[in-house]
């Protein structure tokens, strides 16, 4: 069974693994670097069949709740260092006390949220 969270975090290969910089990707030198896809969904015989929807089905999301939302602090608490969040030491690395709130982003996004939204 491979080691997954020693190549996703192996320092020589990663630089500042703890650190999130999706940049890393587009900077000199980012053709030398693993493809995350390949560790995390696994390689050769044992390829998971479901990487391209998940890889897609998960862009897709992420699209849809940035187009549909402004994501924000608490009513009175400001946004927080990045560098001082604490995460769980867990299986899914969850930040600690990372609260915050979905905003529809105008009346337009509101009208559409309400079409969907389910009858109770």
Not at 70 to 99: C, H, M, Q, S
Request: proline share 10%.
């Amino acid at each position: 069974m491979p080691n997954n969270e020693f190549m996703l975090m192996d320092p020589r290969v990663w630089g500042d693994p703890e650190n999130f910089r999706p940049e890393r990707f587009l900077e000199s030198g980012a053709d030398i670097l693993p493809n995350p896809l390949t560790v995390i969904f696994g390689y050769g015989m044992r390829t998971c069949p479901g990487l391209y929807l998940a890889d897609r089905v998960g862009f897709q999301y992420s699209v849809c709740m940035a187009m549909l939302f402004n994501i924000l602090p608490l009513e009175g608490k400001g946004i927080p260092d990045p560098a001082t969040i604490e995460y769980t030491d867990t299986v899914l690395r969850l930040p600690i006390g990372f609260e915050c709130q979905f905003v529809p982003r105008d009346e337009k996004a509101r009208n559409l949220l309400s079409t969907l939204a389910l009858e109770t």
